[in-house]
């Protein structure tokens, strides 16, 4: 049984920060590699982060420099540091296995940046 609990999100100024969260209740955790998507109002879910097994990372270009993915195994967790917000980083935020997501999608966490 998967489960999937992002935490974190909230309400920013431009140029705040914000950490999130996922608890991940999965198989394996350890062993598979795990991204940050995010969702946009009226936009499709896109991936923004990549951690791997060995710990290594890749982001999308609209958030290096700015967001750091990180994952703690033993508390099957992974987090994403995001500095620097902008308004258009203003989505739901999803975290899952990548590649090959789980069909299950936690309920996500809000991001709401204001200029």
């Known amino acids: 049984q998967v489960q999937l609990v992002e935490s974190g999100g909230g309400s920013v100024q431009a140029g705040g920060s914000l950490r999130l969260s996922c608890a991940a209740s999965m198989p394996f955790f350890s062993l598979n590699s795990m991204g940050w998507y995010r969702q946009a109002l009226g936009k499709q879910r896109e991936l923004v982060a990549v951690?791997?097994?060995?710990?290594?990372?890749n982001y999308a270009d609209s958030v290096k420099g700015r967001f750091t993915i990180s994952r703690d195994n033993a508390k099957k967790t992974v987090y994403l540091q995001m500095n620097s917000l902008k308004p258009e980083d203003t989505a739901v935020y999803y975290c899952?296995?990548?590649?090959?997501?789980?069909?299950?999608w936690g309920q996500g966490t809000q991001v709401t940046v204001s200029s």
């Open positions: 899952n296995q990548h590649p090959n997501a789980f069909d299950y």
């Open positions: 951690i791997t097994v060995g710990g290594s990372t």
